[in-house]
């Protein structure tokens, strides 16, 4: 995500003697708005349609055939990463008012290795999910389709029905497509949503200021989720929303939680995207 991601990963990737992309796509999401400056000659680009290796492409090799390759291959060994220290994060206690990162910070807590698949909405907790420490993740980041999140939820179920999902989702994508999680309770599906609510489209608010019509009704998120069958609750502190999780957790329904956000608090990627597009827009 070059400069507005971390520094650490920037370094790493952009030093790096060989850079490996499997099915990438280079956009101005992935790219910190084309700040990431990965050299030419050093990259292997492997996607649906063609390979690429530094300047040659190789227009009847897919992905898959090299998926394949490299998985049958005796000359591919596994290396160690080197660790890298993590930069300080602060800490929330437990009974202070939610922000994006004490949400992700939860998430983490709570998640088990092979018992749930992540899927974020487009919006802050799709950038907040940067520190998601998660085995299986769904996004939207190369389009960026407001609205992903509850559907994905439903097909991610679908597909992989021995693990529970989890969906991030913003109090602006729900409205968009959030009465499917009645097709959610038809199917006997129990996703666990996160509905980030901070009352506004919160990523263009960070980029163009707090403007009237970037605010969005206040609804009562949980009765409209019960009205579908499931349950929920709202919670404004991080001990209510680690409660809330366990809760969640034992639910045989699909549960909401719906997580009451500073409309000013965006995650720590998110502020640096918005700086860099505030840069930009200035005469």
Same mark, same amino acid.
């Given at each position: 995500?070059?400069?507005?991601?971390?520094?650490?990963?920037?370094?790493?990737?952009?030093?790096?003697?060989?850079?490996?992309?499997?099915?990438?796509?280079?956009?101005?999401?992935?790219?910190?708005? /084309?700040?990431?400056?990965?050299?030419?000659?050093?990259?292997?680009?492997?996607?649906?349609?063609?390979?690429?290796?530094?300047?040659?492409?190789?227009?009847?090799?897919?992905?898959?055939?090299?998926?394949?390759?490299?998985?049958?291959?005796? !000359?591919?060994?596994?290396?160690?990463?080197?660790?890298?220290?993590?930069? !300080?994060? %602060?800490?929330?206690?437990?009974?202070?008012?939610? !922000? %994006?990162?004490?949400?992700?910070?939860?998430?983490?807590?709570?998640?088990?290795?092979?018992?749930?698949?992540?899927?974020?909405?487009?919006?802050?907790?799709?950038?907040?999910?940067?520190?998601? =420490?998660?085995?299986?993740?769904?996004?939207?980041?190369?389009?960026?389709?407001?609205?992903?999140?509850?559907?994905?939820?439903?097909?991610?179920?679908?597909?992989? %029905?021995?693990?529970?999902?989890?969906? /991030?989702?913003?109090?602006?994508?729900?409205?968009?497509?959030?009465?499917?999680?009645?097709?959610?309770?038809?199917?006997?599906?129990?996703?666990?949503?996160?509905?980030?609510?901070?009352?506004?489209?919160?990523?263009?608010?960070?980029?163009?200021?707090?403007?009237?019509? /970037?605010?969005?009704?206040?609804?009562?998120?949980?009765?409209?989720?019960?009205?579908?069958?499931?349950?929920?609750? =709202?919670? !404004?502190?991080?001990?209510?929303? =680690?409660?809330?999780?366990?809760?969640?957790?034992?639910?045989?329904?699909?549960?909401?939680?719906?997580?009451?956000?500073?409309?000013?608090?965006?995650?720590?990627?998110?502020?640096?995207?918005?700086?860099?597009?505030?840069?930009?827009?200035? %005469?």
């Amino acid at each position: 995500m070059g400069q507005v991601g971390s520094e650490a990963a920037r370094k790493t990737v952009e030093s790096a003697d060989c850079v490996l992309m499997l099915g990438t796509f280079l956009t101005d999401v992935n790219t910190g708005l /084309f700040t990431a400056k990965i050299d030419r000659a050093k990259l292997i680009s492997a996607s649906s349609e063609e390979v690429v290796v530094s300047y040659h492409r190789y227009p009847g090799v897919s992905l898959v055939d090299l998926i394949d390759y490299l998985l049958a291959s005796g !000359e591919v060994r596994s290396h160690s990463l080197f660790s890298v220290a993590e930069p !300080e994060r %602060p800490k929330g206690r437990p009974g202070v008012r939610l !922000e %994006p990162f004490t949400i992700i910070e939860e998430i983490n807590r709570f998640l088990q290795p092979g018992r749930y698949i992540v899927v974020s909405d487009v919006g802050d907790c799709l950038y907040a999910s940067v520190d998601l =420490r998660t085995d299986h993740f769904l996004g939207p980041g190369y389009y960026n389709s407001m609205g992903f999140g509850i559907p994905a939820a439903i097909a991610a179920g679908l597909a992989v %029905p021995e693990r529970r999902i989890i969906a /991030f989702v913003g109090d602006g994508g729900f409205l968009m497509t959030g009465m499917e999680l009645g097709t959610a309770r038809r199917l006997g599906l129990n996703p666990i949503i996160i509905l980030w609510n901070n009352g506004c489209y919160g990523t263009l608010r960070a980029i163009g200021g707090a403007k009237p019509y /970037f605010d969005l009704p206040s609804l009562d998120y949980v009765a409209i989720a019960r009205s579908m069958g499931g349950n929920g609750v =709202r919670v !404004e502190t991080r001990r209510q929303f =680690r409660q809330a999780l366990e809760q969640a957790g034992e639910s045989q329904t699909f549960f909401l939680i719906e997580a009451m956000l500073p409309a000013d608090r965006m995650s720590r990627t998110w502020q640096r995207i918005a700086a860099e597009v505030r840069s930009r827009l200035q %005469p």
